[in-house]
């Protein structure tokens, strides 16, 4: 067995005691997505009940959800009442606007708090802060490219961070979506046209070994427990497979650790958060970090004896984290699109946990589920 990593960091300023709910009281989750029926799949196991906000009809968490609100985010009716019927609030879609933010804080504490949130939206102000607070990420510009000078803001960043490089919208970009890869100055018109005016951010390519990212959690009152390090493969944008443990050192191990700490820290968060590092020759370099439970942390349903969702609930429900003991080597693959078709194969196996998210209609790109095969007991990284 592997125990999961402990820091007993505890920030002074996070100390305060708060109210832990109790079995039947209710969190309420915005977003119906896959997340989101996991997170409410996890909270009904420790008797706590999900009430669910998602804009579109027919969301995959409303399903096992207690109770679904269907409503846009700027129904102000609708939020307060989601907000006056909950005990605490989290959400697995970063996106939400801030004003519907701003009216459910006023009446319910929002776990992870705004701040990452906040961060986290916007790549630009992302990047400062992981500088900021002493952590290594790719050489980025600032790109406006609604500005009449944004040829010339393009080319003064690509000779600040170098080609090839990837323009990327600062907001709304997720499974790789609104980015573009520049190999050469000769056609920055056509990247900053696909940009469609969206304020961006250019980045630099890093070099880099394997993907690998750390699911870790903070709990209210400061104590950190993470799972042991996986390592990515994406095609085309989307997360594909993650596979654990990552083939890294221990160095580089403890370093990913400690950057999750640091993050989680700075921010006086509360929750499970995905943080994505890229592993160079040179160290460790952050991409980026998701304040939610993270696709690449599905394996620890399978693998581990606490899996993500259960933590992120203990978490903003106020109670203690679990040590993320892991038992087992293991592999996830994401079912993309038609993937599902190899459902029926899957099922025949053995030592495979298979996880559909009840998706009526089946398109190509979209996550419809995830396998995760045991390979065998937990060996050391
Ligand atoms: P993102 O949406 O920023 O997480 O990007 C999706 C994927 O694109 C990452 O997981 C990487 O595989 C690749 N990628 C993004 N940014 C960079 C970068 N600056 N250098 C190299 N690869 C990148």
Redesign the pocket.
């Known amino acids: 067995m592997d125990g999961g990593w402990r820091l007993r960091s505890l920030s002074p300023k996070s100390l305060m005691k708060t109210d832990a709910l109790a079995p039947g009281q209710t969190i309420g989750i915005l977003g119906g997505g896959q997340l989101g029926r996991m997170l409410a799949m996890s909270a009904a196991r420790l008797g706590l009940r999900t009430h669910v906000f998602e804009p579109g009809a027919v969301p995959p968490a409303g399903e096992v959800a207690g109770v679904t609100t269907t409503a846009d985010y700027c129904d102000r009716e609708a939020l307060a009442a989601f907000a006056g019927s909950v005990d605490v609030v989290t959400y697995e879609f970063e996106n939400v606007p801030a004003e519907a933010l701003d009216l459910i804080e006023a009446r319910v504490p929002i776990r992870p708090n705004r701040r990452a949130l906040a961060v986290s939206q916007d790549r630009l102000r992302e990047k400062r802060f992981l500088n900021g607070i002493g952590l290594a990420t ?1 050489p980025f510009h600032p790109v406006d490219s609604a500005s009449p000078n944004a040829a010339s803001i393009l080319k003064q960043a690509m000779e600040a961070v170098g080609l090839p490089a ?1 323009l ?1 919208t600062r907001r709304l ?1 997720y499974d ?1 979506k609104g ?1 573009v890869r520049i190999e050469d100055t000769d056609c920055s018109a056509d990247f900053l046209a696909s940009m469609a005016g969206a304020e961006a951010i250019l ?4 070099d ?1 070994e394997r ?1 690998v990212s750390v699911i870790a959690a903070r709990s209210v009152d400061g104590r950190i427990a993470c799972f042991e390090p996986g390592e990515n493969v ?1 095609r085309d ?1 989307i997360l594909r497979t993650t596979r654990v443990p990552a083939q890294v050192g221990p160095g580089t191990r403890e370093r990913a650790f400690e950057i999750a700490a640091a993050i989680l820290n700075a921010l006086d968060y509360c929750g499970v958060i995905g943080v ?1 590092l890229f592993d160079t020759a040179d160290g460790l370099v952050v ?2 970090f998701a304040p939610r439970v993270h696709n690449s942390g599905h394996w620890t349903e399978a693998g581990a004896i606490i899996d993500q969702f259960e933590q992120h609930v203990r978490a903003v429900a106020g109670w203690p984290l679990a040590d993320p003991i892991r038992h087992s080597d293991v592999e996830m693959n994401n079912l993309v699109g038609e993937d599902v078709a190899d459902v029926p194969a899957i099922a025949r196996e053995d030592g495979v946990r298979l996880h559909l998210y009840g998706k009526s209609e089946t398109r190509a790109g979209r996550k419809m589920g995830h396998v995760t095969r045991v390979l065998g007991p937990a060996t050391s990284p």
């Open positions: 790719a990837i990327k970009g790789g980015q980045e630099g390519f890093v880099f993907e994406h944008g994505e991409n980026e």
